[in-house]
T-cell receptor, first 115, second 113 residues
Framework: NAGVTQTPKFQVLKTGQSMTLQCAQD?????MSWYRQDPGMGLRLIHY???????DQGEVPNGYNVSRSTTEDFPLRLLSAAPSQTSVYFC??????????????FGNGTRLTVT | AQKVTQAQTEISVVEKEDVTLDCVYE???????LFWYKQPPSGELVFLIR??????QNEISGRYSWNFQKSTSSFNFTITASQVVDSAVYFC??????????FGKGTRLSVIA
């Protein structure tokens, strides 16, 4: 019963490096999203997708790119990492964005440090 | 715009005390959903409860209870007879229609033995 799987769990980058945070779910969920969690800031939405081929920006999209080529995968790309992107990143999915019987299922998070 | 306010940043209680976590929300929609999530020290996010705007019935699940009051736009969470395992960060969240979930900033609860 995998649910939402995020890799890696930990990552250290240098300023300017690029990387992709992976997120995969095996529940056939249409809706997927990325949040970042910073101390005192709660969870803030970066990008989300309501289905394959469809993505949209959340509250804090700058510096991040996403794509959704399959229902299962929703990778988050940092093109040029900055120290301000040091955070814990959570991927989450649900059956659909508006399904009132479908709470968000979260991955275990990726802790990213940018030096 | 929608907004969730958790005014209590940190709460500390002694084991077996009751504690209430406050959540106040803002939305102009008549149809919306409210949620509570728990984040224990291990870091994962655990869904606790969902309530839609048409159901103001309070809910009790073991030592947990939720009080939804549309008149005050509040969805408060009470833990009765708190235990050390209740120590966590608790998030209240709001979703209206077909829009993403918006979270409050969370309340860190510490239960001391």
């Amino acid at each position: 019963n995998a649910g939402v799987t995020q890799t890696p769990k930990f990552q250290v980058l240098k300023t300017g490096q690029s990387m992709t945070l992976q997120c995969a779910q095996d529940m056939n969920h249409e809706y997927m999203s990325w949040y970042r969690q910073d101390p005192g800031m709660g969870l803030r939405l970066i990008h989300y997708s309501v289905g394959a081929g469809i993505t949209d920006q959340g509250e804090v999209p700058n510096g991040y790119n996403v794509s959704r080529s399959t229902t299962e995968d929703f990778p988050l790309r940092l093109l040029s990492a900055a120290p301000s992107q040091t955070s814990v990143y959570f991927c989450a999915s649900s059956y659909s964005i508006g399904a009132n019987n479908s709470p968000l299922h979260f991955g275990n998070g990726t802790r990213l440090t940018v030096t | 715009a929608q907004k969730v306010t958790q005014a209590q940043t940190e709460i500390s209680v002694v084991e077996k005390e009751d504690v209430t976590l406050d959540c106040v929300y803002e939305t102009r929609d008549t149809t919306y959903y409210l949620f509570w999530y728990k984040q224990p020290p291990s870091g994962e996010l655990v869904f606790l409860i969902r309530r839609n705007s048409f159901d103001e019935q309070n809910e009790i699940s073991g030592r947990y209870s939720w009080n939804f009051q549309k008149s005050t736009s509040s969805f408060n969470f009470t833990i009765t007879a708190s235990q050390v395992v209740d120590s966590a960060v608790y998030f209240c969240a709001l979703r209206r229609g077909n829009t993403p979930l918006v979270f409050g900033k969370g309340t860190r609860l510490s239960v001391i033995a």
